[in-house]
């Protein structure tokens, strides 16, 4: 990064002023000799080491043969000459030991001046004095940072643009309380540390400084002296917006500037993020869904995003667009995954403003948007968190406690109160100020066990000598409460993949207070299940079967994420067995079986597309694919079957409910075939659903039904126009008075193969 020479100080703007005027008095020029700072301590400010620079710049009260005056002193690197203007008047400012300063008779009350600096190249220009401002963060902004306690931290900490006694520029705060000097860099003074020395507040640990004449795109960051060492210089982590990498610096934006057009989805959102709703959910990476090719295979902006993703979501009948975190990272190949900017959307894709816009667009389309959010842990990038204001600050110091081994990255330490503090704010900062709907937290589980991927003698035990991360469960507890009581329309969601009890459970009642939970269980049950030959599945109905043992324990979100999709895990249409034509009916019957089974709906995007190669994040989907037939009768299956479940009660609103699923028979492992009932909350509103895991047509095949009527097919995942056989009931079936599976009534079906079939009874009306 390249510093502007000689640039004193903010951005100042040429003014004529009247000549500097003199002081003469001996008195006057004795007071000055008295008051002028030691020798030490302008060395200690010239060389960047003095902690405490208010206590020698800008003005200080000292007195003139008993009378009242002020001192006014400058560190003005590249400066010939300088003055204090102080309306019309100036005052002649003398370098003395590296600083410049005069005293000024009869000026006892702080008072507004400027500072008229000529440069060694001969530009004259007028500035403000960033040492004549006093604080803004208020002592109980402070107090409550300390507790961890302060849930609008966003809008005090990091870089504020503010008018502060009627002078418009920036507010710069960071914590880093074991450090000696704190002083901010950036475009504005050349990256030079000496220029802007913080101020400390108190034992806080959090240094400020307002800076006049500053605004947004000016590029910072905070130089720190560490207790032993060399200076460190990092990023704002209350950032709002950040450098397009590799560059790391922080930028000055104003969050206060949008307008916000979705009032109208704001005010629905509780309605449409019910329990009881359809929750159908586009995971996107937003750099490669799509590319473009004939430009360097450039990722889209959010504006292009806007204009394809949101329509393209919109007619594929999802909800919600579920985005991987879109938080600034360094590493394009962690997908966001290792965040150093929790409060600042990647600039990959544009301003703050305009992922702002692409929320908006896609609220006022009627979809939801949920982000992906980490807060389990950081990387170890030199402008991050780690080791900030060097020491250990926001990871424990003990890399047992501190670091994951899975990821080369730290683990923020949760029983300091600054550090959650950090987090909550994150969390509540994009739901408030983002209008997100929901944050998917990623990497439960390895916050909720102290022993996570690591072997005895590589963790260390909570007091009580378990293996359970007490502050870390507090943690989401708190920030579960936290959440919901300020938005409680938003949703959040656990990844969690252990058997952790009550993670969508009341914290009030122990439990961890999220929404829905990841259903890894089943993902990987069925994964299992559908990518053997379909000649072994009788042998393995479990895998099949037993997610209906639990289903209810928790709010479930049943996941088909990019984590199966990568690292030579294949695609879904590459996991599935046999020839094209099986592959296809394979995950056909697998989206239909998923679609029927009680839980909200997650697929990662060029699911839909039946891709034959993993999700590669450098490069776009194959949208290629839709001028294949077979590919582009996929993908209208899965939008008809995302229409069904939004369209039909009985496949949404009581998926947390035993009342909403009832088995007609699960034991018929010999020919692989499952079937049961789903209901609505009306309880004549029900759905019969019958799937065939093997590829051989079942001619003949008797269940019993609820009730007496014809069924017609609501979906039949092998019908020709997704490409199947069109085995079936097109014209449906009737239900006859013959006992089976202990119901009065049953259907004779001819089930296909590899295939799902969902039928309904008809009305009298339709009948008729």
Excluded at 68 to 97: H, N, S
Excluded at 342 to 351: I, N, V
Excluded at 520 to 548: C, I, V
Excluded at 551 to 568: K, N, T
Aim: charged share 25%.
């Amino acid at each position: 990064m390249k510093a502007r020479a000689q640039n004193v100080q903010p951005r100042g703007r040429a003014r004529t002023t009247t000549p500097a005027r003199k002081v003469r008095s001996g008195a006057a020029t004795r007071a000055r000799a008295s008051s002028r700072a030691g020798s030490a301590a302008a060395k200690a400010i010239s060389g960047g080491q003095h902690g405490a620079p208010f206590d020698v710049l800008g003005p200080h009260s000292v007195h003139l043969d008993g009378k009242p005056g002020t001192a006014v002193r400058a560190f003005l690197p590249g400066a010939r000459e300088a003055a204090v203007v102080v309306g019309r008047r100036a005052y002649r400012m003398e370098r003395t030991d590296k600083l410049f300063e005069v005293v000024i008779p009869e000026a006892a009350e702080p008072f507004p001046y400027r500072l008229r600096v000529t440069r060694d190249d001969g530009e004259t220009v007028v500035i403000e004095d960033p040492y004549r401002f006093p604080p803004l963060l208020s002592e109980f902004d402070l107090h409550l940072f300390g507790e961890g306690t302060h849930e609008h931290l966003y809008e005090k900490m990091g870089a504020q643009i503010v008018r502060h006694e009627g002078v418009r520029g920036v507010d710069f705060t960071v914590w880093a309380p074991n450090a000696r000097v704190v002083s901010l860099v950036g475009d504005f003074n050349g990256w030079d540390f000496r220029t802007h020395p913080m101020r400390q507040r108190g034992d806080t640990g959090v240094w400020e400084l307002f800076v006049p004449d500053l605004g947004q795109g000016d590029l910072y960051k905070f130089a720190i002296l560490a207790p032993v060492g060399p200076r460190l210089v990092k990023a704002d982590p209350y950032g709002f917006a950040m450098e397009l990498p590799p560059n790391t610096a922080s930028v000055v934006w104003d969050l206060n500037r949008f307008r916000w057009s979705d009032d109208e989805w704001m005010e629905r959102r509780g309605e449409r993020q019910a329990l009881d709703r359809p929750l159908l959910l586009y995971e996107v990476h937003a750099g490669s869904w799509r590319r473009v090719k004939e430009d360097g295979n450039r990722w889209l902006s959010w504006a292009e995003l806007a204009r394809e993703l949101i329509p393209y979501a919109k007619r594929m009948g999802y909800t919600h667009l579920e985005l991987l975190p879109i938080t600034e990272h360094p590493f394009d190949g962690s997908w966001g995954y290792q965040p150093v900017g929790l409060f600042a959307p990647t600039s990959r894709f544009g301003t703050p403003d305009d992922f702002r816009r692409f929320i908006d667009a896609a609220h006022r389309a009627g979809l939801g948007v949920v982000l992906d959010w980490v807060p389990a842990h950081f990387p170890k990038d030199a402008h991050g968190l780690g080791f900030f204001d060097g020491t250990h600050l926001y990871e424990h110091a003990d890399p047992r406690q501190g670091q994951h081994k899975d990821w080369d990255t730290y683990i923020y330490n949760f029983g300091r109160p600054q550090v959650c503090g950090f987090l909550y704010a994150s969390a509540l900062f994009w739901l408030d100020r983002y209008h997100v709907d929901g944050l998917r937290v990623d990497a439960v589980a390895s916050m909720l066990y102290l022993d996570y991927s690591r072997k005895d003698g590589e963790w260390v035990a909570n007091r009580y000598g378990g293996r359970e991360n007490l502050e870390a469960i507090e943690f989401l507890k708190r920030l579960n409460v936290l959440l919901h009581a300020r938005f409680p329309s938003a949703l959040t969601f656990a990844e969690e993949s252990t058997a952790w009890p009550r993670v969508t459970g009341p914290v009030r009642d122990g439990g961890l207070g999220f929404d829905l939970k990841w259903n890894m269980g089943w993902m990987n049950d069925m994964l299992e299940y559908m990518s053997m030959d379909p000649l072994g599945r009788a042998h393995h109905q479990g895998k099949l079967t037993f997610s209906l043992y639990y289903a209810f324990s928790e709010r479930f979100l049943l996941p088909l994420s990019h984590d199966e999709v990568v690292h030579g895990k294949r695609s879904l249409l590459s996991k599935m067995p046999g020839d094209r034509w099986k592959k296809l009916a394979n995950l056909r019957a697998l989206y239909a079986y998923m679609g029927a089974h009680p839980g909200k709906k997650l697929l990662f995007m060029g699911g839909e597309l039946g891709q034959p190669r993993e999700w590669a994040h450098d490069d776009g989907l194959r949208w290629d694919l839709l001028d294949e037939p077979d590919h582009a009768r996929l993908h209208r299956f899965v939008r008809e079957l995302n229409a069904l479940v939004a369209s039909e009660p009985a496949l949404h609103e009581q998926d947390f409910d035993w009342h909403g699923f009832e088995w007609i028979d699960f034991q018929d492992a010999a020919q692989s075939i499952v079937s049961f009932v789903r209901r609505a909350k009306d309880p004549e509103n029900f759905l019969v659903v019958a799937a065939n895991f093997t590829p051989v047509p079942r001619e003949g095949y008797r269940i019993g039904v609820p009730s007496p009527g014809r069924y017609e097919e609501r979906l039949n995942s092998d019908a020709r126009r997704f490409g199947g056989s069109g085995v079936g009931q097109p014209r449906g079936v009737t239900a006859r008075p013959v006992a089976c599976h202990g119901r009065d009534h049953s259907v004779e079906l001819r089930l296909p193969p590899l295939g799902v079939l969902i039928l309904k009874p008809s009305s009298p009306e339709d009948d008729a």
